[in-house]
């Protein structure tokens, strides 16, 4: 048979359901690649063998009682550490949840289980996803499998890597300010932040609330697309999650395959084909364009004059939520605890247990925040930002008005080596330029491959307005209907 960690996700469903293949020999597969590589990426926190096989069994039985199964029944998934996993750990890459086991399942989980998927684990991430290298998490880097030197993106590096080292099909994500698309531009994957509200945040930790945003990743946009029909929809649970129908996402990933654009309008954005990125990704995007074209694209330059300054707006906006957030992880009620020796004040143990559990990432953006909220700098600093906010919003209505979707580079740059930016947290905060704007809007977008730059994966984004998901889906799936999928050297 087949490798089957080389498979899709949809190919593997498949075999499950006709028999071909049992759930349980798909994921012990995949458990013994994790096994075999893993040691060299650092893409898992944590692998549920028992649990993995648990699941997997239980789809077996059901197939063989003649239940009807999902399409995604027996495939695995691994699913970012980010969300609450009942019994299994969740750490959000940090010391100061280190062991925690939650008494409950975010509603993601909770989807993912009842569709028949098998979670292999938790993966690595900056901590409390803030971050863009998969650096900041407290538990070492996470590798990029396209070169072991080199990052993998963030913050969810891990559920990316693991995609590209193929130890699993699927993982999910979670998109702040492009902690999703930006993983799945330099690990050669894709990546799809759908619209905010449009997946449950209940059970997700928080770190920026007004943008977290839980997503798919996969290696075919077709796979992505039927795992965000799995995950997606309303949750009551949820104070802002949308109450509508997810848009039918599989079926404009299956149109989009045929390679026919006729009648599609994308708008390039202009602010964002200038000066910024490397030669090789404006080559790579340049020549994505020209194959969108030959594809029945209609390709149009659209200015969004705020967009550039999404970036000053983000680092203020979402350190400011993350202050707040952040606030009760304070060594009283869960987590780490340092310094309760019975000599030491509640103040004085509070702040001893968040100096040794937050990571320096984590301090810089809650005292960033928490400057920014302080009296008499709100309105100068966090009001402002709220302002160019709804600028940004109004520049995607503004251009929506005129295209179908937007498209972009996902990344200025190809990953880049370990170490090279830690020490330049601006020159790190630029891996998400292009990628912050739709986060900001609310909007979903999608990270797709679209070629090489010395070697390494280039992104193509696609952006599309609220509630319009399926456009992104289509776009995405008809760009890698030419430009196919990539293969990371062999590990």
């Not at 925690?100 to 399942?105: C, E, S, T």
């Not at 659209?302 to 009760?328: D, G, K, M, Q, T």
């Not at 909220?373 to 995607?396: C, E, H, M, N, P």
Request: aromatic share 8%; glycine share 12%; charged share 20%.
């Amino acid at each position: 048979m087949t490798d089957l960690t080389r498979m899709t996700a949809s190919e593997l469903a498949g075999l499950v359901a006709a028999g071909d293949a049992s759930a349980v020999e798909v994921t012990q597969a995949h458990l013994d690649r994790i096994a075999a590589v893993d040691g060299r990426i650092n893409a898992f926190l944590h692998v549920d063998t028992d649990g993995a096989l648990a699941a997997a069994r239980a789809v077996d039985e059901r197939r063989a009682a003649g239940d009807g199964l999902g399409p995604l029944a027996g495939v695995p998934v691994a699913v970012k550490d980010v969300l609450t996993t009942r019994g299994v750990p969740t750490t959000v890459g940090s010391r100061i949840l280190e062991g925690w086991r939650p008494p409950y399942d975010a509603t993601i989980v909770e989807r993912l289980r009842a569709a028949g998927t098998v979670m292999l684990g938790k993966t690595n991430m900056d901590e409390f996803a803030m971050g863009s290298s998969t650096e900041y998490s407290a538990y070492g880097p996470t590798r990029n499998p396209w070169d072991t030197d080199r990052i993998p993106g963030g913050s969810g590096g891990g559920s990316a890597a693991a995609l590209a080292a193929y130890e699993a099909p699927l993982s999910i994500g979670s998109d702040t300010g492009g902690s999703i698309r930006q993983p799945g531009a330099v690990t050669g994957t894709v990546g799809a932040k759908p619209t905010y509200g449009g997946t449950s945040r209940y059970g997700l930790v928080a770190f920026s609330s007004s943008l977290d945003t839980p997503g798919p990743c996969a290696r075919t946009v077709l796979d992505a697309a039927l795992l965000h029909q799995v995950i997606g929809g309303h949750d009551p649970r949820d104070s802002t999650s949308i109450p509508a129908p997810v848009p039918d996402v599989v079926a404009a990933a299956r149109l989009g395959a045929s390679g026919d654009l006729t009648g599609v309008k994308l708008g390039v954005v202009k602010e964002f084909t200038g000066e910024g990125a490397e030669p090789g990704v404006t080559a790579a995007f340049r020549e994505a364009v020209d194959t969108l074209t030959k594809l029945g694209a209609e390709i149009v330059e659209v200015s969004c004059p705020h967009f550039r300054y999404a970036l000053p707006a983000y680092y203020l906006i979402a350190p400011s939520e993350c202050s707040s957030n952040l606030a009760r992880f304070d060594g009283v009620r869960f987590g780490l605890r340092v310094g309760d020796d019975g000599n030491r004040s509640l103040e004085e143990v509070m702040s001893l247990t968040r100096e040794a559990g937050f990571g320096p990432e984590v301090k810089r953006r809650i005292m960033i925040g928490t400057y920014a909220l302080s009296s008499g700098y709100y309105d100068a600093y966090y009001g402002q930002a709220q302002k160019v906010r709804t600028l940004i919003t109004r520049d995607f209505t503004a251009a929506f008005t005129q295209v179908d979707a937007l498209i972009s580079p996902t990344t200025p740059f190809v990953a880049f080596p370990l170490g090279a930016r830690t020490s330049d947290p601006y020159q790190m905060y630029l891996a998400d330029l292009y990628t912050i704007p739709t986060n900001l809007y609310g909007g979903p977008g999608i990270s797709v491959p679209c070629g090489l730059s010395e070697g390494l994966p280039v992104g193509l984004q696609v952006m599309a307005p609220t509630m319009a998901d399926d456009r992104m889906y289509r776009v995405a799936a008809a760009l890698e209907s030419a430009v196919g999928t990539f293969t990371p050297p062999a590990l």
